[in-house]
T-cell receptor
Framework: QMQLQESGPGLVKPSETLSLTCTVS????????WTWIRQPPGRRLEWIGY???????DYWPSLKSRVTISIDTSTNQFSLKLNSVTAADTAIYYC??????????WSQGTLVTVSS | EIVLTQSPGTLSLSPGERATLSCRAS???????FAWYQQRPGQAPRLLIH???NRANGIPDRFSGSGSGTDFTLTISRLEPEDFAVYYC??????????FGPGTRVDIK
C-alpha cells in the first residue's frame, strides 16, 4: 500500500524559507507527478505545483517566483521550498501523487505556521 | 483560472438518505478532467471520482458522479455514518493552476 509522509518544521519566521520533504513508500518517484497542495485556515485547497522524474513541472502562477519542487530518486523523496514566506503562507501542507491530474494518494498533512 | 463554486455549503441529512452535491465551473470543463474528493475530520482528502464518473479504487458504488460543461454532480445514494464529511470538487482541464471548490459539508441531521 502506497504511503506518503511529509516532514519539516511547523514554524517558520517571516521572510525565511519554508522547506518540507515528502517520503514515498510503496511506489517509486520515477513515475507519476509529485505534487504539493495546501489549505490555509478556513479556505479551500490550493494546488502549489508538481514535478516529475522526466523533468516536467509546473507551478501556481501566484507562487511561481517563490517555489521549487524537486525529486530525489536516491531517497524516494520529493521536496518543497517556498521562499520569502509571509503569514499568508500559513496552511496545512499536503504532498500527493498526481495521476492524469487527479490526486490519488495524499499525505496526512502538516500545519506550517509563519510567525516571528 | 477556472473558479469552482459548490452548493449547498452545508447539507444536513440522516443516514440512509440520498445526498446530491453540486459544483459549477466559471467556464466549461472537459468532463474527462473533473474529480471529487472526500475529507473526513483530521484526515487527508481521499479521491472518490475522477474523469467525472469513474470511481477510484476501493470506492463503494453508492458514490456516483455525473455532469458536463460547467455543471457537475456527486450523488451518494444512501448515506452511511462514515460518509458525513466535507466534499471537494476539482478540475484538471485548464492549468496551471489545478483548482478546487470551497467544499460542501455533509452533516448528520
Amino acid at each position: 500500500q502506497m504511503q506518503l509522509q511529509e516532514s519539516g518544521p511547523g514554524l517558520v519566521k517571516p521572510s525565511e524559507t519554508l522547506s518540507l520533504t515528502c517520503t514515498v513508500s510503496g511506489a517509486s518517484v520515477r513515475s507519476h507527478y509529485w505534487t504539493w497542495i495546501r489549505q490555509p485556515p478556513g479556505r479551500r485547497l490550493e494546488w502549489i505545483g508538481y514535478n516529475s522524474y522526466s523533468g516536467t513541472s509546473d507551478y501556481w502562477p501566484s507562487l511561481k517566483s517563490r517555489v521549487t519542487i524537486s525529486i530525489d530518486t536516491s531517497t524516494n523523496q520529493f521536496s518543497l521550498k517556498l521562499n520569502s514566506v509571509t503569514a499568508a503562507d500559513t496552511a496545512i501542507y499536503y504532498c500527493a501523487r498526481g495521476s492524469t491530474g487527479a490526486f490519488d494518494y495524499w499525505s496526512q498533512g502538516t500545519l506550517v505556521t509563519v510567525s516571528s | 483560472e477556472i473558479v469552482l463554486t459548490q452548493s449547498p455549503g452545508t447539507l444536513s441529512l440522516s443516514p440512509g438518505e440520498r445526498a446530491t452535491l453540486s459544483c459549477r465551473a466559471s467556464q466549461s470543463v472537459n468532463s474527462k478532467f473533473f474529480a471529487w474528493y472526500q475529507q473526513r475530520p483530521g484526515q487527508a482528502p481521499r479521491l472518490l471520482i475522477h474523469g467525472s464518473t469513474n470511481r477510484a479504487n476501493g470506492i463503494p458504488d453508492r458514490f456516483s458522479g455525473s455532469g458536463s460543461g460547467t455543471d457537475f454532480t456527486l450523488t451518494i445514494s444512501r448515506l452511511e455514518p462514515e460518509d458525513f464529511a466535507v466534499y471537494y470538487c476539482q478540475q484538471y482541464d485548464a492549468f496551471p493552476p489545478f483548482t478546487f471548490g470551497p467544499g460542501t459539508r455533509v452533516d448528520i441531521k
